[in-house]
Nanobody, 119 residues
């Protein structure tokens, strides 16, 4: 199993950028597909982006395509979410997740980091 710790959240104005990081410890990092999810107050947690074990395949929610980019550094055991052209509706707690499975069933979760976009 793995342990995940997110960082990089904060307050940013509309149109600004943030980069979230997720540090992974425990099991062999390259065994895991990695993803980012988010949860706004009063809503369910939703998928944002995912990246394959080696990093060659990425998937995005329609709401963030063209603005967000997920990447990973297997040597440093880090996953990133670069968020550009942020909108107030991007405000949420962002969670890093890991899985050895296919699809959107993730097994391991970080504690989350708050992103707030002011209008």
């Amino acid at each position: 199993q793995v342990q995940l710790v997110e960082s990089g959240g904060g307050l940013v104005q509309t149109g600004g950028s943030l980069r979230l990081s997720c540090a992974v410890s425990g099991d062999t990092f390259s065994r895991y597909r990695m993803g980012w999810f988010r949860q706004a107050p009063g809503t369910e947690r939703t998928f944002v982006a995912a990246i394959s074990k080696i990093g060659g395949v990425t998937t995005y929610a329609d709401s963030v395509k063209g603005r967000f980019a997920i990447s990973r550094d297997n040597a440093r055991k880090l996953v990133y979410l670069q968020m550009n052209r942020l909108k107030p509706e991007d405000t949420a707690v962002y969670y890093c997740a890991a899985t050895t499975k296919v699809g959107l069933s993730f097994d391991y979760w970080g504690q989350g980091t708050q992103v707030t976009v002011s209008s």
